[in-house]
């Protein structure tokens, strides 16, 4: 009889609270920043105080299973989240500037400070929230994509590893919902930012903090970026969701980490031998706040090989640059600082990179291709 009255009880409990979730009235909740969500303090701890709930609008930049494994995958086992599912949303209202990452998790009860299976989603109350999300218009309709125009609403959220994130608060409350209006349909990708890696770390590789986030990390976390210049330390581990991740490399010896998506590309192709130009957005993984940026790289098209004019295209515009490269080092660097065009990886440009270029050329800039 307890047992029964207890589920009674617990039922009642998850209707009452369905039923406020879905009364709230978004009209009368505040339309934010991302930087104001996303501020932080001189020692990188999140200073967000606004409360709760709030409405943030931005672009998708990320398909949810090119980042994480959303399988449902119910388990007790701890530390084990099941599957997972998360988006970055970027930035677009005027005036505003970085992103916000939303993240749901299955297994809450097995991480160690909750330990109770109870906040546990099911394989078939996971799917019904996976719906939720990827389906915002219904799943008649088509799922969420990465160029989606969208209004997160947010119910609750928590600071993680340097950044505040919209999530459940490891609650299955409906009550800690966040929910998902999709505003415009495959509206594109915000234009990356062009910068080299001397904007991200100093000499050292140590790296760029600025708690007003002017520049630095700060500034293009969870923003699509465009870094100009690199390569491979070491293309051992290249493949779908690189684990460790990757190291990129300048001509001045900066290093910064690269973590490839799950999409199949990247077994599909391989990675390129010399320079070349990379888009992706930032992400942080941090203990103090402070350090931990990344580069989140979610398809293999997001790598270019050959463009020495650094335009964020490789095309005959590129074939005159190129020259200038083999023939006048000096003259290239000065007319187009920050690009190199050597695709064979051997810190120069000579005629060995002739014949990457031409395949590079006639591959649209694909990396991979005749090196």
């Known amino acids: 009889m307890i047992g029964r009255t207890s589920l009674l009880f617990a039922t009642l409990v998850l209707l009452s609270a369905t039923l406020a979730a879905r009364a709230q009235n978004w009209d009368t909740v505040p339309l934010i920043t991302h930087a104001t969500y996303q501020a932080v303090t001189a020692q990188g701890a999140s200073a967000y105080g606004g409360g709760f709930p709030v409405r943030l609008r931005g672009v998708v930049l990320n398909n949810p299973e090119d980042w994480l494994d959303p399988t449902p995958n119910y388990n007790e086992q701890l530390f084990n989240l099941g599957g997972q599912w998360e988006i970055f949303v970027q930035a677009t209202e005027p005036g505003d500037f970085g992103g916000t990452a939303a993240w749901m998790g299955q297994c809450y009860g097995n991480l160690p400070f909750i330990g109770d299976p109870d906040f546990n989603y099911t394989d078939v109350e996971w799917v019904a929230e996976l719906q ?169 098209a997001d790598l270019l090989c050959g463009d020495a004019n650094c335009d964020g295209a490789v095309d005959f515009d590129d074939i005159d640059p190129f020259v200038l490269a083999l023939s006048n080092a000096a003259q290239y660097t000065a007319a187009y600082p920050g690009c190199f065009v050597d695709l064979t990886g051997d810190n120069a440009v000579t005629f060995d990179d002739i014949d990457p270029f031409v395949a590079a050329l006639s591959g649209n800039g694909r990396c991979g291709l005749g090196e």
């Open 132 to 300: 939720r999300l990827d389906y915002p218009d219904g799943t008649d309709q088509p799922p969420l994509r990465a160029g989606d125009y969208i209004e997160l609403r947010a119910r609750a959220g928590l600071p993680f590893a340097g950044k505040m994130n919209v999530n459940e608060q490891h609650s299955l409350s409906p009550l800690k919902d966040f929910e998902i209006v999709r505003l415009g349909w495959a509206v594109g990708l915000p234009a990356p930012a062009a910068i080299t890696l001397s904007d991200l770390v100093n000499a050292a590789s140590v790296p760029i903090f600025d708690p007003t986030r002017q520049i630095g990390g700060e500034r293009h976390q969870a923003s699509r970026v465009a870094i100009r210049g690199v390569r491979l330390a070491s293309a051992a581990g290249w493949g779908p969701n690189t684990n460790p991740r990757l190291a990129l490399v300048d001509t001045t010896g900066r290093q910064f980490p690269m973590h490839l998506g799950r999409n199949a590309s990247f077994a599909q192709f391989g990675p390129p031998a010399g320079y070349f130009t990379v888009t992706g957005f930032l992400n942080q993984e941090s203990a103090s706040g402070r350090d931990g940026y990344y580069l989140m790289v979610m398809n293999h």
